[in-house]
């Protein structure tokens, strides 16, 4: 019996009835033989870390575009908190932690440079000249599948697609994620906002601060236990309805104060500029893409490898591109 063999059984032992086991998985879109030390989804995990799109994260916007200060959160930051928020949540209910740190580490790659407001830039102009849309989950689906051929188990799959969106994951580690991602950028939202000025401590819901606390970890702390606590030796992942509306209520403030209109978001335009002028550029001139690119021509539109191209740059990768592209060059005598 093999180092994978006897973890294989220590799951079978310890963890949950509720739990995906590794040995129950349905598997990788292609065959392939298993590692005789790692379980399915330790592998998954492992090939998500070891990726360029999970290294470029730490370049990506989480809400203040292109961040200058040390402190602020980036997506990989971003993806770093929901892992550590949903392990905790999975150890506690006896669910399949590596099942869940894969997720949770892959969930975000398929975003774009400067957050949000890319991904509605792309998708805008996705759906206006070319009848396509963008939405960020299926762009991290596309990234493990297609642009980083990773070969992940379809539950990993399966989770990563559905951390957002009106479908819940097949999977009750999936579903951790899919509210542990809302728990880490509501409170270090909050956090930021405050060090940037645009909200005051002063100013959040005071009922929402009386359920849920009045600093970042107390918060934290409050959602994971509640949920740990309806959720121990249930089939599904919940919430209390009091902490879930408070946390829903604090959410809506987000979007209210910080998310929508604010100083922190005045460069948004701007943003969406350069990733619209830069998708429309590789669409009219494919042959300006990388090299490395033309795999993907034998089979795939040059809209979607644009948008693929685009999707894929950092925050600072992007104002360099449009800068090189669209500004002149002083002119040196």
Not at 81 to 99: P, Y
Not at 120 to 128: D, T
Not at 162 to 178: N, Q, R, S, Y
């Amino acid at each position: 019996m093999n180092i994978r063999e006897r973890t294989e059984q220590m799951e079978a032992r310890q963890l949950s009835p509720y739990a995906c086991l590794s040995r129950n998985s349905r598997g990788r879109m292609k065959p392939a033989p298993e590692c005789e030390v790692r379980t399915a989804f330790q592998r998954d995990r492992d090939r998500i870390v070891h990726s360029k799109a999970f290294r470029r994260l730490k370049h990506k916007t989480q809400v203040f575009i292109a961040p200058e200060g040390d402190h602020y959160r980036t997506r990989l930051t971003h993806t770093l908190e929901v892992a550590q928020i949903a392990r905790t949540i999975a150890k506690a209910l006896r669910l399949n932690e590596d099942l869940t740190e894969a997720i949770a580490l892959g969930h975000d790659l398929g975003h774009t440079a400067f957050g949000h407001a890319g991904e509605e830039a792309l998708n805008v102009v996705m759906q206006e000249h070319f009848g396509m849309h963008f939405k960020h989950n299926e762009q991290s689906l596309r990234v493990v599948d297609v642009l980083e051929p990773m070969n992940l188990t379809w539950e990993v799959r399966n989770g990563i697609e559905h951390h957002t969106g009106p479908v819940t994951p097949a999977t009750l580690e999936g579903a951790i994620v899919k509210i542990a991602d809302r728990m880490a950028y509501i409170n270090h939202d909050i956090d930021d906002a405050i060090r940037g000025g645009i909200i005051r401590l002063s100013d959040l819901p005071r009922d929402c601060l009386k359920v849920l606390g009045e600093d970042h970890s107390t918060r934290i702390n409050t959602m994971v236990r509640d949920m740990i606590t309806a959720s121990t030796d249930q089939p599904e992942i919940k919430m209390s309805p009091e902490v879930k509306e408070a946390m829903d209520k604090l959410r809506s403030f987000l979007f209210e104060r910080v998310y929508v209109g604010s100083t922190a978001k005045k460069e948004e335009q701007k943003a969406k500029k350069v990733l619209v002028s830069l998708f429309m550029h590789f669409v009219e001139h494919p042959e300006a893409l990388p090299e490395e690119w033309d795999v993907l021509k034998k089979s795939e539109s040059i809209v979607r490898i644009a948008c693929d191209y685009v999707a894929g740059m950092t925050d600072r990768y992007a104002i360099k591109q449009y800068t090189e592209l669209f500004l002149p060059d002083p002119w040196i005598v």
